[in-house]
């Protein structure tokens, strides 16, 4: 079993930063792919973005590349999400999870096992 916590949600104006945090066991970064994905009221659970377990690279949908930025802390056990030039459309609740699958598979909200919690991140435009 392996425990995800989030933190750092909050409400900011359109155009804002927020950084999200993911904090979990020790071991967990080295054997799982962490994600981060969304849920915005009345829609689907949606892909954010993804760092790889081997060799730290990033991937991100397309809807937030050039803004959110993810990047991991070995030893404080965590992954953050930078999120920059927040757009009303951003609002959901924030998700990080955790995936063995295959690079090919991390845009499936499907192939997370584990999953934190959730933290409310609320745009206002």
């Known amino acids: 079993q392996v425990q995800l916590v989030e933190s750092g949600g909050g409400l900011v104006q359109a155009g804002g930063s927020l950084r999200l945090s993911c904090a979990a066991p020790?071991?967990?970064?080295?054997?799982?792919?962490i994600g981060w994905l969304r849920q915005a009221p009345g829609k689907d659970r949606e892909f954010v973005g993804v760092?790889?377990?081997?060799?730290?690279?990033?991937y991100y949908a397309d809807s937030v590349k050039g803004r959110f930025s993810i990047s991991r802390d070995r030893a404080a056990n965590r992954v953050y999400l930078q999120m920059d030039s927040l757009k009303a459309e951003d609002t959901a609740v924030y998700y990080c999870?955790?995936?063995?699958?295959?690079?090919?598979?991390?845009?499936?909200?499907?192939?997370?096992?584990?999953w934190g919690q959730g933290t409310q991140v609320t745009v206002s435009s």
């Open positions: 999870a955790a995936t063995r699958a295959v690079l090919s598979e991390t845009r499936n909200v499907r192939a997370y096992n584990y």
């Open positions: 020790g071991p967990t970064f080295s054997d799982y792919d």
């Open positions: 760092i790889r377990r081997s060799g730290g690279r990033t």
